[in-house]
């Protein structure tokens, strides 16, 4: 006899358990903060890799529903020197295992593969408290708790769910992203599009970065990375969109103007992303009744694989509870240990070091060399 499972997040790595689970004869629900569906954007482009994100995607059954969503022409890659100089181009010939999608119709596929009531909106996390015998009340903004056999937290860096387990806390970085969008921009952002090309494009540089993404139809949408202390970030006034992309482009002084238009010439306001992180070997000793999955278990800087992990998490936590249908601990274990070892794993990726912003080798050349294994 299957215990039901109680989720914390609504996020891909929540959504995925979700669906698996279902797939799978598990009951499941789902409790996460945003009122709807539609309370915020979700977010740019996600490329999902044919080694984790499309494995947890098959074992969801909705493979065909991914592929009809791919937006093609994205796994191009451009790299690009501080005064314009393109590199390198790495074209998309349609055989490259990280096709791209927009994160907002990866999720709208997820939800719409769940039995309807699924999902329980408007159910923000306050915390939560063991009852014994391996179960676990969960209390909510609103004042309403729910006590679970099995417990499991899919909600992010703050997890409310991960304090059972452990006591680490994400940590900042040093880096941020200021995020921008620039709208029609083959026709309003001529120059800075044709830059961009028609995938995306990174312009990287010892302690600062800027990549951009062409996503559906022609708009682009810009990650600035800074390394700085989160103090020198608190000195801009983030309210004031002018002056925020002023003192962010002046870090960019000497940069080509189609570069740095993806900053003063933005559609929206710049937004502040802060990277936290966990110990690269976060982990815990079993406690019974609940577990993590993706950014609560093993949140780490940008490195392109977040969004995928946390799918396989959930996925090969359904089908390891679907496998041992009498022992939840059974499944619980094993899935922590198989879950350790593939964070760690993508914590410490090969040529890591030269991805860091504040290597020297945070160069345009450096990654070419990296990519292809010469200078030009």
């Known amino acids: ?30 409790y996460e903060a945003e009122a709807s569906p539609a309370a915020r954007t979700q977010g740019g482009m996600l490329d999902i890799h044919d080694h984790n994100g499309q494995l947890a995607l098959e074992a ?14 994205r796994q191009t890659i451009r790299l690009v020197e501080q005064d314009g100089t ?13 096709p791209e999608v927009q994160r907002a119709e990866l999720r709208r596929i997820l939800l719409d593969s769940l039995p309807a009531g699924t999902v329980r909106w408007g159910h923000k996390a306050s915390g939560a408290r063991a009852l014994g015998e391996g179960r676990h009340e969960v209390a ?42 620039l709208y029609d921009a083959d026709t309003r952002h001529p120059a800075t599009a044709k830059m961009v090309g028609g995938g995306s494009m990174v312009a990287p540089s010892p302690g600062k970065e800027i990549f951009a993404h062409r996503e559906t139809g022609d708009t682009l949408h810009a990650y600035v990375a800074l390394s700085k202390p989160r103090d020198w970030f608190g000195a801009i006034d983030f309210t004031d969109a002018s ?9 960019f002084g000497d940069w080509a103007p189609e570069l740095t238009a993806l900053i003063t010439d933005a559609d929206t306001a710049p937004v502040l992303r802060p990277h936290y992180t966990l110990p690269a070997e976060h982990r815990w000793e079993r406690v019974p009744g609940v577990t ?10 940008p490195n392109g694989e977040g969004a995928n992990l946390a799918m396989l998490d959930g996925a ?61």
């Open 60 to 73: 969801a059954g909705l493979m065909d529903e991914f592929r009809a969503v791919v937006v093609e022409g």
């Open 292 to 301: 993590l999955i993706g950014d609560a278990a093993h949140l780490a800087g």
């Open 86 to 98: 393109v590199l390198h181009e790495m074209a998309d010939d349609g055989t490259g295992g990280r």
């Open 140 to 181: 909510f903004a609103d004042g309403g708790t729910v006590v679970t056999g099995l417990l499991v937290g899919a909600d992010g860096a703050w997890s409310r769910v991960r304090p059972l387990l452990s006591d680490a806390t994400p940590e900042y970085v040093g880096t941020s992203f200021v995020e921008t969008y």
């Open 1 to 30: 006899m299957h215990t039901p499972v109680t989720i914390i997040g609504a996020g891909l790595g929540g959504l995925t358990l979700a669906r698996v689970l279902h797939v799978h004869g598990i009951p499941a629900t789902v």
């Open 243 to 251: 002056a925020a992309a002023t003192r962010i482009a002046r870090e």
């Open 316 to 376: 090969e936590l359904a089908k390891t509870l679907a496998a041992h249908p009498d022992d939840a601990e059974a499944a619980l274990t094993e899935h922590e240990q198989a879950m350790f070892a593939r964070g760690a794993e993508a914590v410490t990726f090969e040529g890591a070091e030269i991805h860091g912003i504040d290597s020297e080798n945070n160069t345009a050349r450096a990654m070419l060399e990296m990519i292809t294994g010469q200078g030009e």
